[in-house]
């Protein structure tokens, strides 16, 4: 029996949505995450549509690279906070040492 070749793409941009809300799309990625799903919908639609069923996987696989630049951006966001974050601690250090504080 053969698969269904939409159902792998559809599932891979599933999964790939999941990850990018886990990795807090939403909030540092909205505009990418948003399209994502969108992309996702519409592929989901497609392949219900017998008419548009063979547009199902490029929209799923779009869904899925939007879903994963999503991510991307996210974990970059969240990185560059936390070296904002060490390098003001790195500063404060630095201070501390030249003023002579802290001993």
Same mark, same amino acid.
């Given at each position: 029996? !053969? ?7 559809? @599932? ?12 807090? !799309?939403?909030?540092?990625?909205? $505009?990418?995450?948003? @399209? ?8 989901? %639609? ?6 548009? %069923?063979?547009?199902?996987? @490029? *929209?799923?696989? %779009?869904?899925?690279?939007?879903? $994963? *630049? !999503? ?8 990185? *560059? ?11 404060? *250090?630095? %201070?501390? @040492? ?6």
């Amino acid at each position: 029996m !053969a698969q269904d070749p939409a159902a792998a793409d559809l @599932l891979a941009a599933q999964q790939a949505v999941e990850r990018a809300d886990r990795a807090d !799309a939403d909030q540092y990625a909205p $505009d990418t995450i948003a @399209l994502a799903r969108q992309q996702l919908e519409q592929a989901q %639609r497609a392949a219900g549509d017998r008419r548009e %069923r063979k547009q199902a996987p @490029l *929209l799923a696989q %779009r869904a899925a690279v939007d879903a $994963d *630049l !999503a991510r991307a951006q996210s974990e970059e966001a969240v990185a *560059l906070a936390m070296l904002a974050q060490r390098r003001a601690e790195v500063e404060r *250090l630095q %201070r501390q @040492l030249a003023t002579g504080e802290g001993h």
